[in-house]
């Protein structure tokens, strides 16, 4: 009997717990609050905010919310369903959720059932011409720097897109990771491959630029910008950095203005920063949805993963 229960079961509970593992949700994937259509498949639901921005454009649409699938190894495994909420002064809720609780978790009613967490506000110093006045608002304060020029301005930055914000929070990255990180400091792609953006999380933490660790900067990493922005192509030389980690962002899209973006460079966070908890050191994670597609991937070089400095 048991050997029989054993031959019969092993089996089973090996491709039960094999499933257990890469067990994926169906996610709403589609563009609006409470938009139903089209389905994707990954490892969490999301329901995020788009809103793209390019350094001296404010901005090319309204905020539009994006429903859709994130995946990939930069995601931990077991993030707990939640929604990140911050009200803007119109008492309109903002909020981001990432859930794996059910399929379709990423509806406007089910996202009610998910923990909800205070998305904190900074108040940042502002100086350059994008300010209008002399502190700014921000989930981030913003540190730029045309290392070229010298020239450098300080601001405050939201989340624009799923998943690439919240990876950088806490870093100093050349060349800016998207295009809401560089103000007005450099207005072409030449210059951005130059450009250093650093963003800090407390108030008034960018009055002076961010201190990292020089140690720490031990990868040489490619770095470069290509931009579709509405059929004008804008691409900088190929050109390296040094840093922490090496990054690489691709971004197609076709809602608002920007078509595509493509960037590879460095990045280093900053003294006493701590990494979002959902995410892994090191990995890629791609969100999907029906319009956009943002795929984000952090390395380090073989040397440094097998000396275990991470
Ligand atoms: C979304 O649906 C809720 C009810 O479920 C409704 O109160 C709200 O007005 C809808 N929002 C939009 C933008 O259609
Ligand atoms: C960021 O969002 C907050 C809250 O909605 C808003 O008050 C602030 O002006 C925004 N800052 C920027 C730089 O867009
Ligand atoms: C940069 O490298 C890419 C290949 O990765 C190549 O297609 C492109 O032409 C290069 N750009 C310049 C300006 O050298
Ligand atoms: C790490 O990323 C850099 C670009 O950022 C790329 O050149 C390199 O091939 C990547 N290495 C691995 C192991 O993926």
């Given amino acids: 009997m048991l050997s029989s229960f054993l031959l019969f079961s092993l089996p089973l509970l090996i491709i039960i717990n094999f499933f ?21 498949e990954g490892d969490y639901c999301v329901s995020g905010h788009y809103l793209p921005k390019w350094g001296f454009f404010l901005e090319w649409i309204e905020t ?99 998943l690439i914000e919240r990876r950088f929070a806490g870093s100093c990255m050349i060349p800016p ?54 059929g004008t192509k804008m691409i900088s030389q190929n050109v390296t950095c040094i840093g922490e980690y090496c990054f690489t962002i691709d971004i197609d899209s076709e809602l608002g203005l920007l078509r595509s973006f493509n960037t590879a460079g460095c990045m280093t966070f900053i003294e006493g920063a701590e990494l979002a908890e959902e995410l892994n050191p090191v990995g890629c994670a791609k969100f999907h949805s029906e319009n956009l597609e943002v795929k984000s991937c952090l390395n380090v070089s073989f040397e440094r993963t097998k000396n275990k400095v991470i």
């Avoid at 110093?125 to 070229?148: A, D, F, R």
């Fill in 20 to 40: 257990a593992k890469i067990e994926a949700v169906k996610c709403h994937d589609c563009v609006g609050i409470n938009c139903t259509g089209q389905i994707c």
């Fill in 64 to 162: 539009k919310i994006v429903k859709g699938c994130m995946s990939g190894k930069m995601l931990k495994s077991d993030i707990q369903s939640q929604c990140e909420t911050t009200f803007h002064q119109n008492g309109m809720k903002k909020s981001t959720c990432f859930c794996n609780s059910e399929d379709f978790c990423n509806g406007e009613k089910e996202s009610e059932k998910h923990e909800i967490q205070d998305i904190l506000l900074f108040t940042c110093i502002c100086k350059g011409e994008h300010c209008k006045s002399p502190k700014c608002v921000g989930e981030l304060c913003s540190y730029v720097i045309n290392q070229k020029s010298g020239e450098y301005e300080q601001g405050c930055v939201n989340s624009s897109m799923p």
């Fill in 177 to 230: 990771a998207t295009g809401a990180m560089h103000h007005w400091v450099s207005k072409n792609a030449i210059d951005l491959a130059y450009t250093e953006s650093c963003l800090c999380v407390g108030d008034n933490c960018n009055a002076d630029k961010p201190k990292y660790d020089v140690e720490k900067e031990k990868m040489k990493c490619d770095a470069f910008i290509r931009a579709n922005i509405f």
